[in-house]
């Protein structure tokens, strides 16, 4: 009985998480120059843990040397996938990285890869 209760409380465990439940971490980054830019005033954006910053040209490499990205943030979810520059989502299990996908509303692409 006891092996028969096993088996069950097993199944019950490995088909109660359905594939749309799990998630994954990864690392996101658009495609292409267009998320590089300088700003109006002269300056580079960079994203910074999330939140686009507008800094001296002179600073751009003391920023990218702590792992911060050249180019705005801008984050943006779209049928369960996040698009944004240089940020760690998390995406439903189903997407295989690598892997690159279209923001339907922009056109932009962004590439998918395993979390930094």
Same mark, same amino acid.
């Given at each position: 009985?006891?092996?028969?209760?096993?088996?069950?409380?097993?199944?019950?465990?490995?088909?109660?998480?359905?594939?749309?439940?799990?998630?994954?971490?990864?690392?996101?980054?658009?495609?292409?120059?267009?998320?590089?830019?300088?700003?109006?005033?002269?300056?580079?954006?960079?994203?910074?843990? =999330?939140?686009?910053? @507008? *800094?001296?040209?002179?600073?751009?490499?003391?920023?990218?040397?702590? /792992?911060?990205?050249? %180019? !705005?943030?801008?984050?943006?979810?779209?049928?369960?996938?996040?698009?944004?520059? =240089?940020?760690?989502? @998390? *995406?439903?299990?189903?997407?295989?990285?690598?892997?690159?996908?279209? /923001?339907?509303?922009? %056109? !932009?692409?962004?590439?998918?890869?395993?979390?930094?």
């Amino acid at each position: 009985m006891k092996k028969v209760l096993f088996i069950v409380l097993v199944a019950l465990f490995t088909f109660s998480c359905a594939e749309d439940e799990c998630t994954q971490d990864c690392y996101v980054v658009e495609v292409g120059s267009s998320a590089r830019g300088i700003s109006t005033k002269g300056k580079v954006f960079v994203c910074h843990k =999330g939140s686009t910053l @507008e *800094i001296e040209q002179s600073s751009l490499q003391e920023h990218l040397d702590h /792992d911060d990205t050249e %180019g !705005k943030c801008e984050t943006l979810s779209v049928g369960g996938l996040t698009y944004g520059n =240089g940020i760690n989502v @998390e *995406i439903a299990c189903k997407y295989d990285l690598p892997f690159i996908s279209t /923001d339907p509303d922009t %056109g !932009k692409q962004y590439l998918y890869t395993e979390s930094k």
